[in-house]
């Protein structure tokens, strides 16, 4: 199935991909500019969570509820989304410039990359990140640094992230080296490749491990 966060329709529509057809259905309505969708299989039917532009928050939709629950509270630009084994969900409040934890077993939320309120390009700092990847066996974040025109890896616990894509200064551009703009970045947890959205540039860049330039598997500058 293929979830996908219609905004400006304000839903949340799901697509079978063993069909022809391209009709989808409504799991979830009037939910004010949905962002990111993270879809947890873990159970007898899948759980929703969503971000969302207003009110500043994550929404976790439980299949035949009546009504969403809302987790974490002002979470401005509420973007990226991921949740790890133990049901923690990682979000970036972009312009916050921060992504944080919150635990359900604790009530508690804590920053785990970047600093709340500060644009910078050092290494501990973010600016307007948006995209989120999880690696769920170490535990480590890949953030993707939007208007640092990177992509920052952050180890579990670790105080600053380390540049695996981009510029570490935060300079972007359209060469092999460089990003720009990037919105989202995926991990393939068997071969370690970095997939990203280049936005600016409109493409698609692939990083293979340990590599400092990406190659373009779609889309190109100005395309």
Known sequence: MLYVA????NRIQVFSLNQSSNIGTTVVSFVAGPQRIYVDTDGNEPTLYVTAVYPYCVLKYVKGASVSVKIGDSLFGCSGISIDNEKNIYVVASYLHIVQ????????????????????????HLNTPEGIYLDQTSGAIYVADTYNA??????????????????????????????????????????????????????IQRYLPNATKGDTIAGGFGR
Do not use: C, H, M
């Open 150 to 203: 990177r992509i920052q890896k952050w180890l579990k616990d670790a105080q600053e992230g380390i540049t695996v894509a981009g510029s570490s200064e935060g300079f972007g551009g359209g060469d092999a080296a460089s990003l720009l703009g990037p919105k989202d970045v995926f991990v393939d947890k068997e071969t370690n490749v970095v997939y990203i959205i280049d936005s600016f540039n409109n493409r």
């Open 6 to 9: 219609d905004n400006n329709n």
């Open 101 to 124: 934890k919150y635990s359900p077993l604790t009530n508690s939320t804590t920053i785990i990359a970047g600093q709340r309120g500060v644009i910078n390009s050092t290494s501990k």
